[in-house]
């Protein structure tokens, strides 16, 4: 079963708005989440991260929110530019369990100019 | 600095040989893990590496898959009588003892089986 779900494979955004990227997970335990961008033909670039006791954290234009009550959490940028057209892959992890990640399986963002 | 390398980073093989996939992680991270991307899947954890302690094996999907760490440092993947849906990207990543949560990933090795 996947533990960290991507339901949107797909967003496309216009320079300049806002681009909304979200991830709900199953597992309780999971008390530390990250975001990583992918570019084709290159591994994962950490993005952001948040622990679970947070409920936002914010760096330059990108700010992710937990909510740990829904088991959801959102990558916003803002504002979007024409660079970040990638795959985001939200991932979490929890203690004692290696600190392995579980991965969703992306969303592709196509930010148009 | 240098970040993680790994070599080489395309493979083509054919099913039944062995191959060896190496990586390099950023110099003094403690910890290392090997994960794969296969096509049209996500990235799933493979083999984990901490300091001297016994490895954490436990997501090598089978017994032709092993993988070492000499010194705590370089990695070695290797998988035996490769088969078409070993067929992925192969990605190692390494993280440092100051940040126990955020790894850094290396450009992964594309592994094809023919």
């Known amino acids: 079963d996947q533990q960290v779900k991507q339901n949107s494979p797909s967003l496309s955004v216009q320079e300049g708005r806002i681009s909304i990227l979200n991830c709900d997970y199953t597992n309780s335990m999971f008390d530390y989440f990250l975001w990583y961008k992918k570019y084709p033909a290159e591994g994962p670039t950490f993005l952001i991260s948040i622990s679970s006791i947070k409920d936002k954290n914010e760096d330059g234009r990108f700010t992710v929110f937990l909510n740990k009550s829904a088991k959801h959490l959102s990558l916003h940028i803002v504002p979007s530019q024409p660079g970040d057209s990638a795959v985001y892959f939200c991932?979490?992890?929890?203690?004692?369990?290696?600190?392995?990640?579980?991965w969703g399986l992306g969303t592709s963002l196509a930010v148009n100019p | 600095g240098a970040g993680v390398s790994q070599s080489p980073s395309n493979k083509v093989t054919e099913k039944g040989k062995d191959v060896e996939l190496r990586c390099d992680p950023i110099?003094?991270?403690?910890?290392l893990y090997w994960y794969r991307q296969s096509l049209g899947q996500g990235l799933e954890f493979l083999i984990y590496f901490q300091g001297n302690s016994a490895p954490d094996k436990s997501g090598l999907p089978s017994d032709r898959f092993s993988a070492e760490r000499t010194g705590g440092s370089v990695s070695t993947l290797t998988i035996q009588r490769t088969q078409q849906e070993d067929s992925a990207v192969y990605l190692c990543?390494?993280?440092?003892?100051?940040?126990?949560?955020?790894?850094?990933f290396g450009p992964g090795t594309r592994l094809l089986v023919l």
């Open positions: 991932a979490a992890s929890a203690t004692g369990n290696n600190r392995k990640l579980i």
């Open positions: 990543a390494s993280r440092p003892a100051s940040a126990q949560e955020t790894q850094y």
């Open positions: 110099s003094g991270h403690t910890a």
